[in-house]
């Protein structure tokens, strides 16, 4: 699978748009973007995934580059709640031997 | 829907006694996965299984580790003998296979004194 980059941490004020980028420049054709998020002392929790266009859900949206080579998790309205750390996976689609490796991902802070 | 549910929550054992997690996938998930958690490597998977069967136990750190799926409803993650290092959080997920939707539950403490 390929790999992802993450910014460390990043910061976002209650009730603004949380923008979190993930670079996947080795991204095959096959491999979806997922992600994921946890926060603390919980199990990681699925938010999104995609393969090249746009998707939303409840959660988030996940907007794709047209290379595919980087992807923007975008929360709308962050709250306090939204305080995790986010994790950028890609995987082989429609595989059942191709697993989720998670990387350090993203903290994000959200503030009041 | 119970989802994943693992036990126990917390486990403090003394270096060299037996442990034994547990697992109960959510029902009609097909895949299973064991990870474990520490502060210094991240989140390392540590076997998968597609319909009760291992598929990949790369990630199993040394002999001392064994996972078993007895049925489709249970999984034990078994360290044998426990060693300090072993400390961490471990964490079951389920999916249907092929659909990369992991959930997690809520993963078993482990403290080897």
């Known amino acids: 699978d390929a790999k992802t980059t993450q910014p460390t941490s990043m910061d976002c004020a209650e009730g603004r748009a949380a923008n979190l980028p993930c670079n996947h420049s080795t991204i095959s054709g096959n491999e979806y973007v997922y992600w994921y998020r946890q926060i603390h002392s919980q199990g990681p929790q699925y938010i999104i995934h995609?393969?090249?266009n746009n998707e939303t859900n409840e959660m988030a949206s996940l907007i794709i580059t047209e290379d595919r080579k980087s992807s923007t998790l975008i929360l709308p309205h962050a709250t306090l709640r939204d305080t995790a750390v986010y994790y950028c996976i890609v995987r082989v689609a429609d595989s059942g031997y191709s697993t989720l490796t998670f990387g350090k991902g993203t903290m994000l802070l959200v503030s009041p | 829907d119970a989802g994943v549910i693992q036990s126990p929550r917390h486990e403090v054992t003394e270096m060299g006694q037996e442990v034994t997690l547990r697992c109960k996938p959510i029902s009609g998930h097909n895949s299973l996965f064991w990870y474990r958690q520490t502060m210094m490597r991240g989140l390392e998977l540590l076997i998968y299984?597609?319909?009760?069967?291992?598929?990949?136990d790369s990630g199993m750190p040394e002999d001392r580790f064994s996972a078993k799926m007895p049925n489709a409803s249970f999984s034990t993650l078994k360290i044998q003998p426990s060693e300090p290092r072993d400390s961490a959080v471990y964490f079951c997920?389920?999916?249907?296979?092929?659909?990369?939707?992991?959930?997690f539950g809520e993963g078993s403490r482990l403290t080897v004194l």
């Open positions: 997920a389920s999916m249907v296979v092929n659909t990369g939707e992991l959930f």
């Open positions: 299984f597609n319909n009760n069967v291992p598929i990949d």
């Open positions: 995609g393969l090249k």
